[in-house]
């Protein structure tokens, strides 16, 4: 369908149907352009390795020593659960790597670590910064606080706090 312009839209800049529905008409088309390559592109079938030989993914290596470092740290955990300084450790590395890879299992990991002084109001300093960051992690603001608190009360001048 053809618009009917007169001359005096023209000279008004009343030109409705000129350049911005072009420019819509353009946008619509690319949009429907892209709309089927992607769903034509998802729809295949799942890739099947010819040979078990095939590699499919290769892990970095700094993964694969941290996790070689990680089982380390937890078996020593399983041995002596009330290792503050190997807690500390782990849970440390657990919140890196959760961090680095978006994996929110290591956070869990990381909390466990700590679970001998998950509830503790006395715990070390440096066990008081993970757990506030986990809490805080997990949105309990007012728990987070109340760790930061106590560790100000014994490191005041603490700047990660």
Same mark, same amino acid.
């Given at each position: 369908?053809?618009p @009917?312009r007169?001359? #005096? ?5 009343n ?8 420019w819509l008409?353009? @946008?619509?088309?690319?949009s429907?352009?892209?709309?089927s390559v @992607? ?11 010819a ?5 499919l =993914?290769t892990l970095?290596?700094d993964w ?5 470092q990680l089982a380390?740290?937890r078996?020593?955990?399983g041995?002596?659960?009330? #290792?503050?300084?190997?807690a500390?450790?782990a849970?440390?590395?657990y ?6 890879s ?5 956070y869990?990991?990381?909390q466990?670590?700590?679970r ?13 910064r993970l757990r506030?960051k986990?809490? =805080?992690? #997990?949105?309990?603001?007012d728990e ?13 001048? #603490?700047?990660?706090?």
């Amino acid at each position: 369908m053809t618009p @009917v312009r007169c001359a #005096d839209d023209r000279e008004r800049g009343n030109d409705r149907f000129g350049v911005g529905a072009a420019w819509l008409a353009c @946008v619509m088309a690319l949009s429907v352009v892209a709309l089927s390559v @992607v769903a034509t592109a998802g729809g295949g079938e799942p890739y099947i390795p010819a040979s078990d030989d095939e590699v499919l =993914e290769t892990l970095p290596r700094d993964w694969i020593s941290k996790q070689d470092q990680l089982a380390t740290l937890r078996r020593q955990l399983g041995q002596n659960p009330n #290792d503050a300084n190997v807690a500390i450790q782990a849970a440390s590395d657990y919140l890196r790597l959760g961090k680095s890879s978006g994996d929110p299992r290591y956070y869990g990991y990381a909390q466990a670590a700590l679970r001998s002084w998950w509830e503790s109001a006395n715990a070390p300093v440096e066990i008081l910064r993970l757990r506030a960051k986990l809490k =805080e992690r #997990d949105h309990r603001y007012d728990e987070a606080l109340a760790d930061l608190k106590r560790l100000l009360e014994s490191e005041p001048r #603490d700047l990660q706090a």
